[in-house]
């Protein structure tokens, strides 16, 4: 099972979130919940990532919640076990690959060269993560890919803001960006929950506006 794209149609933008806390979890998701946006990743680097998914999943039963940065089988169970709609990890190996079509959860696994790409293809798969995008070359690699791997589709992350979203959204072979620029740090740090919606709704704009 792959089905990511199918699982985010309609929702093309997916914020990034690190909490360091189910509260202030919440309190961000409420933000990008505020904004219109309905998708959410969270990423597995704070003790309070599974339970801040099952906590956003209660409180916000209309928005699509996943775990990022998912490695290994346990990790997989855990994002299972926390109620994920989807999983998502930085890389990708044979081993992970199996980890994730066993869970039967839409999952996106990373990718960042031709190999790792070419790894997803073999395992029948047409959705990847471009991470990091812009240390990996960019929207000129991606244009690169889409001549190698007419069949992919991708959703890049890392590196990716409102100055450039829009060079990444417009390729053909692009169906959603991803990235933690929309929930600003420093927002995140004062408690400014307004300034994270507000994050959310100009990043909006721009995909819509590239889209259209």
Not at 140 to 159: D, E, H, W, Y
């Amino acid at each position: 099972m792959n089905g990511f794209r199918a699982l985010i149609q309609g929702t093309p933008l997916l914020p990034i979130l690190q909490p360091e806390s189910v509260e202030q979890a919440i309190n961000i998701a409420r933000a990008v919940h505020n904004s219109g946006l309905r998708s959410i990743e969270v990423v597995r680097r704070t003790p309070a990532a599974a339970a801040a998914v099952t906590a956003i999943r209660e409180q916000f039963p209309d928005m699509l919640v996943g775990m990022g940065t998912v490695l290994n089988a346990d990790q997989v169970q855990e994002a299972k076990d926390a109620g994920s709609q989807f999983i998502i990890t930085p890389t990708l190996s044979e081993k992970l690959l199996g980890y994730l079509s066993d869970a039967q959860l839409p999952f996106l696994p990373g990718t960042a060269s031709p190999s790792d790409i070419l790894l997803a293809v073999e395992a029948g798969l047409t959705e990847a993560k471009f991470f990091p995008a812009t240390l990996c070359g960019g929207v000129g690699m991606l244009k690169n890919f889409g001549a190698i791997f007419p069949q992919v589709s991708f959703c890049p992350t890392g590196g990716i803001a409102d100055h450039n979203l829009h060079e990444f959204s417009a390729l053909p072979n692009v169906f959603a960006v991803g990235g933690s620029w929309m929930i600003p740090k420093d927002c995140v740090k004062a408690g400014n929950w307004q300034g994270i919606t507000d994050a959310c709704v100009v990043a909006q704009g721009q995909f819509i506006e590239d889209a259209a």
